[in-house]
């Protein structure tokens, strides 16, 4: 009787430490959210010209729920140093880990789209779920190469959000 108490009590107490850590991998994003990024915007290397590409954040693909979802505009910019990818200050997205910019070569729309896109380039990690970032692309990466833009959320290969490139 003794014996199946204490097992009873260490599995609970093992049950409870898994659901607790779970829960807050889930909750932290929420609970401790970084504040809102205000980067300035690049110096293009052509004033006349600011964007070489630029992309709005798709609110209609089948990807999107109430959890999983990113709203905004950007675009790539050439600069003297090379090419910056930039969210404009109307970026937002839901809360969660470990969220990443990427470039598709291809449409994406929701994780089967991503999974299959062999060529996609990983950026950067977002810096806050809110406001303007800016991302260096990699050298000698060509831009124009690169259908869309994507928010992936790399601790549960999830679909956040992604806007196609439109040249200007």
Known sequence: MFRSKVAVFVLGGLLGVAAGAAGMLIAFPFLFSP??????????????????????????TPGRDPVHWANGSGAIIRTAQGAVLRLNGDFEAGPGPNFWVYLNTRAVGEEKDFNADAGRVKI????????????MLPEGLDPAKYHTVTIWCESFGAYIGSGVLKKS
């Open 35 to 60: 504040p809102a990024a205000n980067d300035a915007a690049p110096k293009p290397v052509d004033a006349a010209v600011p964007a070489m590409i630029s992309f709005k954040l798709d609110e209609t």
């Open 124 to 135: 950067a990690p977002l810096k806050s779920f809110k406001g303007a970032q800016n991302f």
